[in-house]
């Protein structure tokens, strides 16, 4: 058996023909019908990814919601989708039955918290001299805290809603980027959640990666715009890790939720050359370099691409000599006739 295995391996060594066992160079007069560019190769220190769907968004917690203590009957928009609104300028109208209850509420609780606030500071002194009795202090204590805090999410709603009658204006409560929350399946009594408002300066591009991905992610490529990679989730979903861009404010405006196609820009130390340079020779991937009267085949390895470059690691002569970067299909044909598969 072993004997057998080694026979196997001599024959699968005797068909690979590895790049140095054949011809590696051509000379320049035998290319002479030939209309011969040359280029550089750039050393680089990233390569792109693969063009992906990217998504414009914020980072958990960096939305300010705008909530209402009921869910209103009718809500009409003031300002359009995706808005930069100014502190204090309305965004909605809200009107309806819902509306009215909780306005009666707020003046309820408000002349409740006021007699409570009187009885408090009427019978303080007296507790303190030890002519009120702890339990009926306690009592009225206990009134004027439940009711203190309720008066505080009336007065926290009222900065915001501004009350007109059967309707009210529901105002931005700063500057910023209006994004509005569909109202389904809310259940009637609760808070709910009408509208964010977003801060430009926390706007940016988040995309994934294969979690088990051993590359380094730097930056999201989109148009013209490189945004370095400011964070990466730990937590794993769907065997893909999250990634988050710095703030977006440098790049054209996009507004939040918007979804386009860019890339992921990796780590390499490597080059950027002409994708006309590429060849394939003899089973390998190679370029060709001017070197005196010849041109000399030099091994690379693809790393990524994009529409005019490859992007390749290889021996330090890539940068030393110049690249064949035009036909080079006819130097593949060349090769092809000295042997080459």
């Known amino acids: 058996m072993r004997y057998q295995l080694w026979i196997v391996f001599l024959l699968l060594v005797g068909l690979t023909k590895p790049l140095q066992g054949v011809a590696q160079q051509v000379s320049l007069a035998e290319l002479k019908e030939l209309d011969l560019t040359f280029a550089d190769a750039r050393v680089v220190s990233t390569r792109p990814g693969s063009r992906i769907q990217l998504r414009v968004a914020t980072l958990p917690g960096d939305e300010f919601a705008l909530r209402l203590p009921f869910v209103p009957n009718q809500i009409e928009p003031l300002v359009a989708e995706g808005a930069h609104v100014a502190a204090g300028q309305p965004l909605v109208r809200v009107r309806g039955p819902e509306l009215e209850a909780w306005l009666l509420q707020a003046e309820d609780t408000q002349q409740r918290y006021h007699d409570a606030q009187r009885r408090y500071e009427q019978n303080r002194p007296l507790f303190e001299q030890k002519a009120l009795s702890a339990e009926a202090w306690l009592t009225i204590s206990d009134r004027y805290q439940r009711l203190r805090l309720a008066m505080h999410h009336v007065e926290h709603v009222s900065q915001w809603l501004e009350a007109a009658g059967a309707e009210a204006l529901l105002r931005a409560p700063k500057t910023g980027i209006v994004r509005f929350v569909p109202i389904v399946g809310v259940v009637a009594g609760s808070e709910v959640t009408v509208a964010t408002i977003i801060d430009p300066q926390a706007v940016r591009i988040t995309g994934s990666v294969p979690a088990d991905s051993r590359e380094t992610p730097v930056a999201f490529r989109v148009t013209d715009c490189d945004l370095a990679i400011d964070r990466e989730a730990r937590l794993v979903v769907g065997f893909r890790r999250q990634l988050w861009s710095e703030p977006a404010s440098d790049c054209a405006s996009m507004p939040p939720g918007l979804r386009l196609s860019g890339r992921i820009v990796f780590a390499l130390d490597g080059y950027a050359i002409p994708r006309e340079s590429i060849l ?62």
């Open 280 to 341: 394939r020779y003899d089973g390998h991937t190679v370029v060709a370099l001017r070197q005196g009267d010849a041109l000399v085949l030099s091994e690379v390895r693809l790393h990524g691409e994009d529409d005019t470059h490859y992007y390749v690691t290889g021996q330090p002569e890539l940068a030393q000599y110049p690249l064949l970067s035009r036909s080079t299909s006819a130097l593949q044909g060349l090769l092809a006739g000295l042997g080459a598969d």
